[in-house]
């Protein structure tokens, strides 16, 4: 089994989210980054299936040198090796584009993203790649078992639960489910010292146009001060909501 | 020309969120002066209503079971098309990317404006969980726009649609085995009012009075993380940063602190409500109303307070 995990690298959940004076990119001055969380459930998923059933991990990043060390994580967590599309990941469609030119030289039996990044909140990704591959794709995927060249899957659908059965290859859309929270891996000592001898290869990206651009970024609207209510003054409150936030 | 739009049914019945896009796609089409054209599944129940937001035409086809099988229908049926609407919930979420990647087409996701102009289109979306807000530029000939639900807001418009039925093929690579839906219960992502529970609840038997609130207020209900972690509640009420992000009108929280990877997921709601025992707790200063108290004396009022004013309405 041969899987193909891929990881986006964002700011870390904590962070305070800035953006530079034009407003034209995030300020990445003090940022933690991290592996997207969506990803890191799917990487422990790989870990799973390749610890179960052998195989190999490679996981894969559209972004810039700056992105190494996320990798590298990626690796101490339990990758065998990554690769590193030389490009700034600005639009979907090229992204998608230049993960798919890699799966078309590579050969994977299953392509395992996160559901969305939590930078851009985009969503698109992985649901281009499967339709540029033609391949089975599950997106809110919060279970897969395999079973030989088969493939069960869950996903979320709106208020309540889908299951899907399908031939490998496929991408799916992955998010906590795939693997619970407790599962999730720190990078031990060995882990890391063995990350620094496997192999991250850089490939430089195939041109595409993009379609869409940024403008501009801003920070939404701040919120007025609260309005405090006594907790004996319950009517109080349904009549604020009622008549000044015209919310019931 | 025209602009399409997608319309989502759930076992027949049309979604809110349905008649939110075909608003969007009128808004769209008129800063164009275009028509618009509603794609909607020849199982729907009422779709002759969709004329009253702003559809021109309505086509039936028989959709696909899978999101790739819809989105090469809606694909064909808009070709030529100056646009598409398609509204972000679960599967609309799934088919746009598959359309933007057929048809070459520049997408925006998580849309919360209507065209702040068409040439080139420009649009406001969400980006870093609600923390920030993207002006995006799309430059394509078919633009896509898969919008946040609730943030646009429906608007009715007097007309009729001229309803035919239309052959669309699409392939399906999976094969549904079982689908399970909680009949009843309100879809977070397009819910009007969520009601949302966090540790200070201290189990999962107390979670009664919360649905009892969510009951008289018509509302979904939703949990923190900490809370779906433990197993109290499950995953897919998990709202915030990596779980489901929600805009409603109404937002209640009771027992919640207000992690910034909660706000994230739940700070684009119009009004937000804090109960809670600790007047430090951070989510206050992200609410609009706020009450220090226990949530077990505070909620069993709030319920009898809210029957008696639906009561008297």
């Not at chain 1, 800035?18 to 003090?30: K, P, R, V, W, Y």
Request: aromatic letters at 6%.
């Amino acid at each position: 089994m041969d899987i193909l995990v891929c990881i986006s690298h964002v700011p870390d959940t904590t962070a305070k989210i800035n953006f530079t004076a034009d407003g034209s990119s995030l300020d990445a001055a003090g940022v933690q980054f991290v592996i997207n969380p969506y990803d890191e459930f799917g990487l422990t998923k790989a870990l799973h299936i390749k610890e179960a059933q052998g195989g190999s991990i490679t996981v894969l990043n559209v972004g810039g040198p700056e992105t190494e060390p996320t990798l590298r994580k990626a690796l101490a967590i339990g990758a065998d090796k990554a690769i590193r599309i030389n490009a700034t990941p600005t639009d979907a469609i090229t992204v998608a584009q230049n993960i798919k030119n890699h799966i078309s030289a590579n050969a994977y039996d299953l392509i395992i993203c996160g559901q969305e990044s939590i930078d851009y909140n985009g969503q698109q990704v992985p649901a281009m790649l499967a339709a540029m591959l033609r391949y089975p794709f599950v997106n809110a995927c919060v279970g897969l078992e395999l079973d030989g060249n088969t493939a069960k899957t869950k996903a979320e659908i709106d208020g309540g639960h889908a299951t899907y059965s399908n031939a490998l290859p496929m991408v799916i859309g992955g998010k906590k489910g795939l693997v619970e929270e407790k599962d999730l891996r720190i990078p031990n000592m060995r882990g890391i010292m063995s990350a620094r001898s496997k192999p991250l290869g850089v490939e430089e990206p195939v041109a595409g146009a993009a379609p869409t651009k940024s403008a501009t970024f801003e920070k939404p609207a701040g919120k007025a001060a609260v309005k405090m209510v006594a907790p004996d003054q319950i009517d109080e409150l349904v009549r604020l909501l009622n008549e000044e936030a015209k919310a019931i | 020309m025209s602009v399409f739009v997608y319309v989502e049914d759930w076992d027949g019945a049309l979604k809110k969120a349905s008649f939110e896009a075909v608003s969007y796609a009128k808004t769209w089409a008129d800063m164009l002066g275009c028509s618009v054209v509603a794609l909607v599944s020849d199982s729907a129940t009422g779709i002759d209503a969709l004329g009253n937001y702003g559809a021109d035409q309505i086509r039936t086809f028989s959709p696909a079971i899978s999101g790739f099988g819809v989105a090469e229908q809606v694909k064909s049926m808009s070709e030529g098309g100056s646009g598409l609407v398609i509204s972000g919930t679960n599967f609309g979420k799934t088919i746009a990317p598959a359309v933007a990647a057929l048809s070459g087409g520049g997408l925006s996701t998580n849309t919360i404006s209507t065209p702040l102009q068409t040439a080139p289109l420009q649009v406001k979306r969400g980006a870093f969980s609600s923390k920030g807000i993207e002006t995006i530029e799309i430059h394509s000939e078919f633009p896509i726009i898969s919008f946040t639900p609730n943030s646009i807001g429906i608007e009715e418009r007097s007309g009729a649609g001229q309803i035919s039925s239309v052959a669309a093929q699409g392939s399906d690579l999976l094969e549904l085995i079982e689908k399970s839906v909680t009949t009843g219960k309100i879809a977070l992502p397009e819910a009007d009012v969520v009601v949302s529970a966090g540790r200070g609840l201290k189990g999962p038997e107390n979670w009664g009075m919360v649905e009892e609130l969510a009951d008289v207020l018509g509302a979904a209900t939703a949990c923190s993380k900490p809370v779906s972690d433990i197993g109290w509640r499950p995953h897919s009420e998990h709202v915030g940063q990596t779980g489901i992000q929600v805009n409603p009108n109404l937002y209640i929280a009771i027992g919640i602190s207000g992690a910034i990877q909660h706000l994230a997921g739940v700070s684009a709601s119009k009004t937000i409500v804090v109960v809670n025992t600790d007047a430090e707790a951070p989510f206050f200063k992200a609410a609009d109303y706020g009450i220090v108290g226990d949530a077990f004396e505070v909620v069993p009022k709030l319920v009898d307070a809210l029957r008696a004013f639906k009561a008297a309405q």
